[in-house]
């Protein structure tokens, strides 16, 4: 008997939509696990974008309707998180998603494209909370904490699937090390957050990050995973 298609979430926005249908439709077509994608859009998305996301294949657009007053309400008790959350689109991420979703799903970034199959993504059972990985990238971030204990510190977050950090947890990260720079808060947060946990890292044959004038063939053979910044 086979088991129903994993729920995996994604946050699209219009200024990366052609880019993030032709990455999320690649993973559609190289990914063997069974999931169906659900779409939220960082509140920019037309409805015409919408009705096109659909067309990928097991591709659901999630109503939105009401979002941004509950992300107000559930942000009212945390005034650093709500301050960043405002000139921070990464947080979207860490606060809209489980909204929709609930504390703990399955998510994966818009700007990752697929060259070739794989499987065990999305998995049904794990022991562990999952966490994408790239040592080439983040180990900057043992150096900006002083933090008492294990120190995940290895974790880009275009994937993960597990319980997300809580508001609280944000709150107190963002309270102590205000000044990070915005490209590596959402790190931050999971990592500090994590620190006592065990977690699974998913290396996806190292996640290759490409330079701007980096010719498509130097890294065809991994994901690309482009960093693009939805707003």
Sequence with gaps: MSSAPKPV??????????AA???????????????????????????????????LPGTHVANDDGLREKVEAQLAGFPVLAETYRRNVYLKKLVDIPIVAGPACCFIDSDILFFRPVSGLFETTRSHDRIAEDRSVTPGLRDLLSFRGRLHGYLICGFMDGTFPSLADAERTLGRWRDTKNNVVEQLIWAVAKSRQSLEYLTLDSIHIPRPSEPIHAFRPSPAHFGLHLT
């Design 9 to 18: 979430w994604t946050l699209v926005g219009t200024s990366t939509f052609d």
């Design 21 to 55: 249908l032709i990455c999320l439709g690649s993973l559609r077509e190289f990914c063997r696990d069974s999931f169906e994608l659900h779409i939220l859009s960082d509140g920019t998305l037309t409805p015409e974008q919408k009705n096109e996301s659909t067309r």
